[in-house]
């Protein structure tokens, strides 16, 4: 398989888990509400547990349908599963992990984190995948050079959709 296409390909589920939270979430914050010792929210409205879990079961579906369009790239159901479902939680984690050190930083809600918005869900997304399947390290670096430029399109394609209010 092409090294690009692979890269791609491997990460897709989570690209997708750390997109679809501005579509699917609403509803209650995961936080709750609750503010940190310094007084400031945990990780703001922005999060909630229907984004979460919407993100996490989007991106495991997108796991399962590049199985049955590609068996032999994961080998079977179950590990294609497997991945996609700890890509997607380490993306989200590592989403929420930036939302967590943004508002220590007294950022509002949506203001761009330059670095921290584009590769704390990637870098995330695969550390959590790790013990199941891995790419080659020349593809990891390929993902983090490519990654911010995909956020960003994918970022002013939502603000134009309407899906979100800022353009970062």
Known sequence: MNPIFE???YILPAYFANS?????GGGTPIDF???WRDGRRIFGDGKTWRGFFGGITVGTVVGTIQHLMFPGYYGSLKLAVGVAFLLSLGALVGDLIGSFIKRRLNMPRGYPAVGLDQWGFLISALCFAYPLRTIPTGEVLFLLVVTPVIHWLANVFAYRMKWKNVPW
């Open 7 to 9: 890269a791609f390909w």
């Open 20 to 24: 679809s939270p501005v579509v699917l």
């Open 33 to 35: 509400g609750k503010k």
